[in-house]
């Protein structure tokens, strides 16, 4: 979704918001733009395409400003053109923006009405010329905003800047988010901490209805009336360094081949060897509570709702507690019947998503406990939540998530654990026996990941196929519905992921040599269901790609591809067949010259429903 980064400082802001804007790049986008001050005007200069078209445009141009702001724009309102870019100059003011303004058809009608001239055909550039009303009539850029805000309806965010306060910004979060970095010297305001990592780790994170305005390198804030707030930074434990590439070709690549170091953060916090069990810190329940659990509601989105119906079949089992899984933007309109005993988990790697966020809040208003899992501390699901549980996979750049997915599922694990031995639904032998599983995990994940010559070879035939069917039962059918959405993210193929056994309902008709067949078929209980069913796909023709446990000899002869995992417990599979899928669809993506990390028309972070 759209990127905002705004600066005042020495080092100059033409650099400090490009570098902004470039760290933001991951996010995905179609067009951008600044506005900085040039001696005592701001110069507005915007392109469409990626950041590279600016900067051409910006070569040679020395600005001699203390400020400005800049913008990476994901288009709602308007195709991705120069006109409809941000920033929108009216008058003395420039805006960015991020998110949907709900009433902007009366605006628009208004504005024309009385004869204001509308350059593009966004909704964002309608908020500039309400603010350039309100400045007309108020002391300078703060109160202008106090003003405009009751005029706005939607969930969005703004930064503006004034010509006239050249020492001035000034950002209100309404919904997507919106941050301050507290330099020494300097002050950076941007939607996402990887603009501002670099320069400073003291942020102060805007809640909804919070206003920041920035005089030089000091921030004040307020609530949405203009009611001064005090607000505490926080540190983050974030490098710049662990959003770079070190050496892989892609953001993807590497996060892939990271997932065991996540894994094992992500795990060695909550488990204890001696004797072996989980023992979640921190989570924020206790154990009454845990114990009074009678329904557990898990929402989420994409790759996250993947990992969260994992779980289902995990809690169920475990923990013997009725487990639901929604997708968040089906979950907050279908009127949900939540019991007051209800554990809402809200499953995030951005911490962010407009619709999972929204689910969250609906069943906080019910008065329901709320669980966070979360990559990103201190995002909006994380701090919007009861309790929190982090997935310490560190930044995730690729579009795509990988490591994430894999930590979300075993984070789900760990939760499911530690719910199983307080509520003694699992004696002591299942917990030492699941743990020891658990911590076998990174390096069985390793071990896949030296199987990637293999992965590779295999995904350089699949470019020949017209259509790919994921197949998976179980824990591992959420995997195949993983598998089929990397394929089409990343490759702009079409694949589809189903449960083994719904095949005879429908998609069997499918089957025919052109449609390739990818079926997760580890060594578990529902083994020998899976193996009939690529039998009875191999009988009309259609070729099997399958993954498995290592030495499978009857799976292997059967496929026309054996992609081999180590043999695992059942908690496992679907953690080891993660690795094989995601490794497929990214030597596929790269076979057919496709934009691995930025694919087309997708945003790492939807802060818009
Ligand atoms: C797929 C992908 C998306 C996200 C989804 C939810 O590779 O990344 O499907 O999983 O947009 O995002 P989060 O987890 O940030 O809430």
């Given at each position: 979704?759209?990127?905002?980064?705004?600066?005042?400082?020495?080092?100059?802001?033409?650099?400090?918001?490009?570098?902004?804007?470039?760290?933001?790049?991951?996010?995905?986008?179609?067009?951008?733009?600044?506005?900085?001050?040039?001696?005592?005007?701001?110069?507005?200069?915007?392109?469409?395409?990626?950041?590279?078209a600016?900067?051409?445009?910006?070569?040679?141009?020395?600005?001699?400003?203390?400020?400005?702001?800049?913008?990476?724009?994901?288009?709602?309102?308007?195709?991705?053109?120069?006109?409809?870019?941000?920033?929108?100059?009216v008058?003395?003011?420039?805006?960015?923006?991020?998110?949907?303004?709900?009433n902007?058809?009366?605006?628009?009608?208004?504005?024309?009405?009385?004869?204001d001239k509308?350059?593009?055909?966004?909704?964002?550039?309608?908020?500039?010329?309400?603010?350039?009303?309100?400045?007309?009539?108020?002391?300078?850029?703060?109160?202008?905003?106090?003003?405009?805000?009751p005029?706005?309806?939607?969930?969005?965010s703004?930064?503006?800047?004034n010509?006239?306060?050249?020492?001035?910004?000034?950002?209100?979060?309404s919904?997507?988010p919106?941050?301050?970095?507290?330099?020494?010297?300097?002050v950076?305001?941007?939607?996402?901490?990887?603009?501002?990592?670099?320069?400073?780790?003291?942020?102060?994170?805007?809640?909804d209805?919070?206003?920041?305005?920035?005089?030089?390198?000091?921030?004040?804030?307020?609530?949405?009336?203009?009611?001064?707030?005090?607000?505490?930074?926080?540190?983050l434990?974030?490098?710049?360094?662990?959003?770079?590439?070190?050496?892989?070709?892609?953001?993807?690549?590497k996060?892939?081949?990271?997932?065991?170091r996540?894994?094992?953060?992500?795990l060695?916090?909550h488990?204890?060897?001696?004797?072996?069990?989980v023992?979640?810190?921190?989570?924020?329940?206790?154990?009454?509570?845990?114990?009074?659990?009678?329904?557990?509601?898990?929402?989420?989105?994409?790759?996250?709702w993947?990992?969260?119906?994992?779980?289902?079949?995990?809690?169920?089992?475990?923990?013997?507690?009725?487990?639901?899984?929604?997708?968040?933007?089906?979950?907050?309109?279908?009127?949900?019947?939540?019991d007051?005993?209800?554990?809402?988990?809200?499953?995030?790697?951005?911490?962010?998503?407009?619709?999972?966020?929204?689910?969250?809040?609906?069943?906080?208003?019910q008065?329901l406990?709320?669980?966070a899992?979360?990559?990103?501390?201190?995002?909006?699901?994380?701090?919007e939540?009861?309790?929190?549980?982090y997935?310490?996979?560190?930044?995730?750049?690729?579009v795509?998530?990988?490591?994430?997915?894999?930590?979300?599922?075993?984070?789900?694990?760990?939760?499911?654990?530690?719910?199983?031995?307080?509520?003694?639904?699992?004696?002591?032998?299942?917990?030492?026996s699941?743990?020891?599983?658990?911590?076998?995990?990174?390096?069985?994940v390793?071990?896949c990941?030296?199987?990637d010559k293999?992965?590779?070879?295999?995904?350089?035939?699949?470019?020949?196929?017209?259509?790919?069917?994921?197949?998976?039962?179980?824990?591992?059918?959420?995997?195949?519905?993983?598998g089929?959405?990397?394929?089409?993210?990343?490759t702009?193929?079409?694949?589809?992921?189903?449960?083994s056994?719904?095949?005879?309902?429908?998609?069997?008709?499918?089957?025919?040599?052109?449609m390739?067949i990818?079926?997760?078929?580890?060594?578990?209980?529902?083994?020998?269901?899976n193996?009939?069913?690529?039998?009875?796909?191999?009988?009309?023709?259609?070729p099997?790609?399958?993954?498995?446990?290592?030495?499978?000899?009857?799976?292997?002869?059967?496929?026309?591809?054996?992609?081999?995992?180590?043999?695992?417990g059942?908690?496992?599979?679907?953690?080891?067949?993660?690795?094989?899928?995601q490794?497929?669809?990214?030597?596929?993506?790269?076979?057919?010259?496709?934009?691995?990390?930025?694919?087309?028309?997708?945003a790492?972070?939807?802060?818009?429903?």
């Amino acid at each position: 979704m759209c990127g905002i980064v705004g600066y005042w400082g020495p080092v100059g802001p033409k650099k400090v918001i490009i570098d902004g804007l470039r760290r933001l790049e991951y996010r995905g986008y179609d067009s951008t733009g600044v506005a900085i001050f040039n001696q005592k005007t701001l110069q507005v200069l915007r392109s469409p395409g990626k950041l590279a078209a600016l900067e051409e445009r910006l070569k040679g141009i020395e600005f001699s400003g203390p400020s400005g702001i800049g913008h990476t724009r994901w288009a709602t309102h308007g195709v991705p053109n120069e006109r409809n870019a941000h920033p929108h100059k009216v008058g003395p003011i420039a805006i960015v923006h991020n998110g949907i303004i709900e009433n902007y058809a009366e605006i628009r009608e208004m504005l024309i009405r009385r004869g204001d001239k509308i350059n593009s055909d966004t909704d964002s550039e309608l908020i500039a010329h309400l603010l350039n009303d309100e400045l007309k009539s108020s002391k300078g850029l703060l109160e202008a905003t106090v003003k405009l805000i009751p005029k706005l309806k939607g969930a969005y965010s703004i930064l503006v800047i004034n010509e006239n306060e050249p020492d001035t910004l000034v950002a209100f979060k309404s919904g997507t988010p919106m941050v301050v970095g507290l330099g020494e010297k300097e002050v950076i305001i941007a939607s996402d901490v990887q603009a501002i990592i670099e320069h400073t780790k003291r942020v102060i994170y805007l809640d909804d209805g919070e206003i920041v305005c920035t005089q030089k390198n000091s921030a004040k804030f307020y609530d949405i009336h203009g009611k001064p707030l005090d607000k505490k930074p926080v540190t983050l434990n974030w490098s710049t360094q662990m959003a770079e590439k070190q050496g892989f070709d892609h953001f993807m690549q590497k996060e892939i081949f990271e997932q065991p170091r996540a894994l094992r953060q992500t795990l060695e916090p909550h488990v204890t060897l001696n004797p072996y069990s989980v023992n979640v810190k921190d989570l924020g329940l206790s154990e009454s509570e845990i114990k009074d659990i009678s329904r557990i509601q898990l929402i989420a989105c994409g790759t996250s709702w993947h990992a969260a119906l994992v779980s289902k079949y995990v809690f169920e089992r475990l923990t013997k507690i009725p487990t639901d899984v929604d997708i968040a933007s089906e979950f907050r309109y279908r009127d949900p019947i939540l019991d007051k005993k209800t554990l809402v988990i809200a499953v995030s790697q951005s911490g962010e998503t407009a619709d999972t966020l929204a689910g969250l809040r609906l069943c906080k208003q019910q008065g329901l406990k709320t669980l966070a899992i979360c990559n990103v501390p201190h995002s909006s699901i994380d701090r919007e939540s009861h309790g929190h549980f982090y997935t310490q996979a560190g930044p995730e750049i690729g579009v795509a998530s990988t490591k994430a997915f894999t930590a979300q599922i075993l984070s789900l694990h760990l939760l499911a654990l530690h719910f199983g031995r307080i509520r003694g639904s699992l004696n002591a032998d299942q917990i030492s026996s699941y743990t020891q599983d658990l911590i076998k995990v990174p390096s069985q994940v390793e071990v896949c990941l030296n199987h990637d010559k293999w992965f590779k070879e295999a995904a350089e035939d699949l470019a020949k196929y017209k259509g790919f069917l994921y197949l998976g039962r179980g824990i591992c059918f959420p995997v195949a519905l993983e598998g089929a959405l990397k394929l089409k993210e990343i490759t702009y193929l079409h694949a589809e992921g189903y449960p083994s056994g719904e095949l005879k309902h429908g998609p069997i008709a499918l089957v025919e040599p052109t449609m390739a067949i990818i079926a997760m078929c580890p060594q578990d209980d529902l083994y020998e269901k899976n193996v009939s069913n690529i039998e009875e796909v191999r009988a009309r023709g259609g070729p099997i790609i399958s993954i498995g446990t290592e030495n499978d000899h009857t799976l292997e002869k059967l496929s026309l591809h054996f992609l081999s995992i180590p043999k695992a417990g059942w908690l496992t599979n679907p953690l080891l067949s993660a690795i094989p899928i995601q490794l497929l669809s990214y030597h596929l993506a790269v076979a057919l010259g496709r934009d691995v990390d930025q694919p087309r028309n997708l945003a790492k972070s939807v802060t818009v429903e």
